[in-house]
C-alpha cells in the first residue's frame, strides 16, 4: 500500500473509533436497517393476528408502554418477572390484575430471536409493537428512532408513584409528566390513547354514587350516561371489575372521538373529563375535538417523544434474550 492511501486509511480508522461511541449511543431511525431487515414485517404478522382474536390488546398494548416508559423509562422494566432481586412492577398498583401483552410481547421476542439472534432490545419490540398497534386500529404512523436497551432490574416503588391514577387531581397528572420532560400538551395528547381500551368499574365508581356526599352522580357526568353505567357497574363490590368502553362511540377505533366525548360531559374517568375543567387544557381539547388531523400529528409527535424517555442506550442495559428474565 502506498503511503497517502496507507494514511487516508489510518484516518478513515481513527475517525470511525472516535465516533463510534456517539452512533452507538443515540436512536436511529434505520438503527436495524441491516441486522433486523424483517423486524417490522415480523411484529405486523403477530400482532395482525392478536388483534383478530382480541379486540382490547392493541388499548393494552399502549397502556403497557405508556407504564413502562413514564415509571422508570422506556427500558422494559414493566415486562420483568420478581426474581429474590427485586420486585416486579407487574405487582404495583397501577398493573397488578388490569396489564396486559406480556405474552404477545414474548411471543414476538421469540420470533424476532429466530430472525435476529441477540439483535433487538424488548423495549424496541413493545415500542414498534405499540406503533404498529396504533396504526392498525386507525390511528396515525409516526416514524420511531431505535437502538434502546433493556434494564436489568424492575422498580415497583416508581411505579407505584410515578404513573398516573385516575383518582387524582389534574395538577398532580401533569407533575408525573412534566418531571419525565414531558409537558401539558403532551400529556392532554397522550390522554387521547383512551379513545380506544376499556376501564374497569372501580376506577370511575365513586363518580357515580354519592359523588363527594352530594348523593347523587358527579354533576360533570352526562346524566344519561351516568344512568347508563349505574347499570353496568351497580353500587357493589362484585361489580368493581366489570369492564366499560372509554369510548362507546367508536370503541376500537383510535379517533378523535375521546376529545368530542369530553366537550359532551361524557369522559368517563373523572382525570379525563378534568381536562375541560382547566383553562390551560380545554382549548386543546376543544381543537381536538374539530380537528382529527391535528390529533393524529400531534399524537404521533408525543409518542416519539415518550419512547425517548428515560433510554438506555450504546452498551449499557442489555439484548434480553427473554423479556420477563435478565440474561
Same mark, same amino acid.
Given at each position: 500500500?502506498?503511503?497517502?492511501?496507507?494514511?487516508?486509511? !489510518?484516518? %478513515?480508522?481513527?475517525?470511525?473509533?472516535? $465516533?463510534?461511541?456517539?452512533? *452507538?449511543?443515540?436512536?436511529?431511525?434505520?438503527?436495524?436497517?441491516?441486522?433486523?431487515?424483517?423486524?417490522?414485517?415480523?411484529?405486523?404478522?403477530?400482532?395482525?393476528?392478536?388483534?383478530?382474536?382480541?379486540?382490547? %390488546?392493541? +388499548? !393494552?398494548?399502549?397502556?403497557?408502554? $405508556?407504564?413502562?416508559?413514564?415509571?422508570?423509562?422506556?427500558?422494559?422494566?414493566?415486562?420483568?418477572?420478581?426474581?429474590?432481586?427485586?420486585?416486579?412492577?407487574?405487582?404495583?398498583?397501577?398493573?397488578?390484575?388490569?396489564?396486559?401483552?406480556?405474552?404477545?410481547?414474548?411471543?414476538?421476542?421469540?420470533?424476532?430471536?429466530? #430472525?435476529?439472534?441477540?439483535?433487538?432490545?424488548?423495549?424496541?419490540?413493545?415500542?414498534?409493537?405499540?406503533?404498529?398497534?396504533?396504526?392498525?386500529?386507525?390511528?396515525?404512523?409516526?416514524?420511531?428512532?431505535?437502538?434502546?436497551?433493556?434494564?436489568?432490574?424492575?422498580?415497583?416503588?416508581?411505579?407505584?408513584?410515578?404513573?398516573?391514577?385516575?383518582?387524582?387531581?389534574?395538577?398532580?397528572?401533569?407533575?408525573?409528566?412534566?418531571?419525565?420532560?414531558?409537558?401539558?400538551?403532551?400529556?392532554?395528547?397522550?390522554?387521547? +390513547?383512551?379513545?380506544?381500551?376499556?376501564?374497569?368499574?372501580?376506577?370511575?365508581?365513586?363518580?357515580?354514587?354519592?359523588?363527594?356526599?352530594?348523593?347523587?352522580?358527579?354533576?360533570?357526568?352526562? #346524566?344519561?350516561?351516568? !344512568?347508563?353505567?349505574?347499570?353496568?357497574?351497580?353500587?357493589?363490590?362484585?361489580?368493581?371489575?366489570?369492564?366499560?368502553?372509554?369510548?362507546?362511540?367508536?370503541?376500537?377505533? $383510535?379517533?378523535?372521538?375521546?376529545?368530542?366525548?369530553?366537550?359532551?360531559?361524557?369522559?368517563?374517568?373523572?382525570?379525563?373529563?378534568?381536562?375541560?375543567?382547566?383553562?390551560?387544557?380545554?382549548?386543546?381539547?376543544?381543537?381536538?375535538?374539530?380537528?382529527?388531523?391535528?390529533?393524529?400529528?400531534?399524537?404521533?409527535?408525543?409518542?416519539?417523544?415518550?419512547?425517548?424517555?428515560?433510554?438506555?442506550?450504546?452498551?449499557?442495559?442489555?439484548?434480553?434474550?427473554?423479556? *420477563?428474565?435478565?440474561?
Amino acid at each position: 500500500m502506498n503511503q497517502p492511501c496507507a494514511l487516508k486509511s !489510518s484516518l %478513515i480508522l481513527m475517525f470511525s473509533l472516535i $465516533f463510534q461511541p456517539l452512533v *452507538n449511543s443515540q436512536l436511529d431511525y434505520k438503527f436495524y436497517d441491516s441486522t433486523c431487515p424483517n423486524l417490522t414485517k415480523i411484529v405486523k404478522f403477530n400482532l395482525w393476528s392478536a388483534m383478530n382474536n382480541d379486540s382490547r %390488546i392493541a +388499548a !393494552s398494548l399502549l397502556r403497557l408502554h $405508556f407504564h413502562d416508559c413514564i415509571s422508570n423509562g422506556c427500558e422494559g422494566s414493566v415486562l420483568l418477572d420478581a426474581t429474590n432481586s427485586f420486585q416486579s412492577e407487574k405487582d404495583a398498583n397501577p398493573n397488578r390484575n388490569s396489564a396486559r401483552g406480556f405474552e404477545l410481547i414474548e411471543s414476538i421476542k421469540a420470533n424476532v430471536e429466530k #430472525a435476529c439472534p441477540g439483535t433487538v432490545s424488548c423495549t424496541d419490540i413493545l415500542t414498534l409493537t405499540v406503533r404498529e398497534a396504533v396504526f392498525l386500529s386507525g390511528g396515525p404512523y409516526y416514524s420511531l428512532p431505535m437502538g434502546r436497551r433493556d434494564g436489568l432490574t424492575a422498580n415497583i416503588t416508581l411505579a407505584n408513584t410515578d404513573i398516573p391514577s385516575p383518582f387524582e387531581p389534574l395538577d398532580n397528572i401533569t407533575t408525573k409528566f412534566t418531571t419525565k420532560g414531558l409537558n401539558l400538551k403532551d400529556m392532554v395528547v397522550l390522554s387521547g +390513547a383512551h379513545t380506544i381500551g376499556f376501564a374497569q368499574c372501580f376506577t370511575f365508581k365513586q363518580r357515580l354514587f354519592n359523588f363527594d356526599g352530594s348523593g347523587g352522580p358527579d354533576p360533570l357526568l352526562d #346524566a344519561s350516561l351516568a !344512568s347508563s353505567l349505574q347499570t353496568v357497574c351497580p353500587n357493589q363490590d362484585d361489580s368493581n371489575t366489570n369492564l366499560v368502553p372509554l369510548d362507546a362511540v367508536t370503541t376500537t377505533k $383510535f379517533d378523535n372521538v375521546y376529545y368530542r366525548n369530553l366537550v359532551n360531559n361524557s369522559g368517563i374517568l373523572g382525570s379525563d373529563q378534568a381536562l375541560m375543567t382547566d383553562n390551560r387544557t380545554s382549548g386543546m381539547v376543544l381543537n381536538y375535538s374539530k380537528f382529527p388531523y391535528l390529533f393524529a400529528k400531534d399524537f404521533g409527535a408525543s409518542m416519539v417523544k415518550l419512547s425517548t424517555v428515560g433510554v438506555i442506550k450504546g452498551q449499557n442495559g442489555q439484548i434480553r434474550n427473554k423479556c *420477563n428474565l435478565v440474561n
